[in-house]
C-alpha cells in the first residue's frame, strides 16, 4: 500500500483513524507525564599544594603542576564503589560522578550529581564536596602527614542552579507517539484491506449469480479475471458447439 493508498484508507476508516489518534495523544500526554526530568549541578574543585611544598610568601598556585598524579589518586578514591554509595545513602535513582576535569590541565576535579528534582540536586553536590574534602583528608592522614604537609582542596565553583535534562523525557514521549500513530495506520490497512476484500467476494458472488444475458450489464469493478469466460465455457452455457 502506497502513501497515497494509506491516505484514503484513513479517510475511508475515519471511525477507527480518529479513536486511534485520540488514544495515541492519551499515551503521549502519560509517557510525558510518567517520565519526569531530572536535574544536574556541577563543581570543580581543585589542589593546593601542601604549605611545606610551597616558598615562604610565594604564590601556591604556581606550585599546581605537580599535584597531577595527586588528582588521579583522588580520583580513584573518592570516586570508588564504596565512595560513591555513602555520598547517595536515601537519594533515589540519582548518580553522582567523580572524575578528572578534561577542560582543565591543573589538578582540577568536576563533580556531577544527577537527581530526580532540583532540591535534592543542591543537597547532594554539596555532600559530595565534601565527601571528596574528607577522602583527601583521610588518605593524607593514613600516611602520617604532618598538617604542613597535606594538600589541600579549593572549591573554584558551584552551580547554585540546577539544569534540567529532558532528552529521556522526550525520547519516551517522541516514542510514545511514533508506536501510537503506526498501530493506528497498520490497524486502519488491515482492517480497510479486510473490508475491502470481502466487498469484492460479495460482488463477484452477486454477479456471478445473475442471469448470463445480464452480467454484462454490471460488472464487479474491477472485472476479477478469474470471472473472465472463455469460448468453451460461452459454448456450454449457451449450449452450442466450441468455435
Do not use: C
Amino acid at each position: 500500500m502506497n502513501l497515497s493508498s494509506l491516505l484514503r484508507a484513513t479517510l475511508r476508516r475515519w471511525y477507527i483513524t480518529v479513536p486511534g489518534l485520540l488514544l495515541t495523544a492519551l499515551v503521549v500526554v502519560a509517557a510525558h507525564a510518567f517520565v519526569q526530568p531530572s536535574f544536574t549541578r556541577s563543581a570543580d574543585v581543585m589542589l593546593v599544594p601542601a604549605p611545606a611544598a610551597v616558598p615562604k610568601g610565594a604564590n601556591p598556585y604556581l606550585y599546581i603542576g605537580d599535584l597531577g598524579q595527586a588528582a588521579d589518586v583522588l580520583v580513584t578514591a573518592a570516586g570508588s564503589q564504596s565512595s560513591t554509595s555513602a555520598i547517595l545513602e536515601g537519594a533515589a535513582a540519582s548518580t553522582v560522578t567523580i572524575a578528572r576535569d578534561v577542560g582543565t590541565s591543573g589538578p582540577v576535579i568536576l563533580i556531577t550529581v544527577e537527581t530526580p528534582t532540583s532540591a535534592q540536586a543542591g543537597v547532594l553536590l554539596d555532600r559530595s564536596i565534601s565527601a571528596v574534602r574528607s577522602t583527601l583528608a583521610k588518605v593524607q592522614t593514613d600516611e602520617h602527614l604532618k598538617r604542613s604537609e597535606m594538600i589541600t582542596m579549593s572549591t573554584l565553583s558551584v552551580d547554585t542552579v540546577s539544569t534540567p535534562k529532558t532528552k529521556t523525557q522526550l525520547m519516551a514521549t517522541a516514542g510514545a507517539g511514533v508506536l501510537g500513530v503506526a498501530a493506528t495506520l497498520v490497524l486502519v490497512s488491515l482492517i480497510d484491506g479486510l473490508l475491502l476484500a470481502r466487498a469484492s467476494r460479495e460482488a463477484r458472488r452477486t454477479w456471478a449469480t445473475r442471469p448470463f444475458e445480464d452480467r454484462g450489464k454490471s460488472l464487479p469493478d474491477p472485472m476479477p479475471k478469474t470471472l473472465l469466460l472463455s469460448d468453451h465455457d460461452i459454448a456450454h452455457v449457451v449450449g452450442s458447439p466450441r468455435l
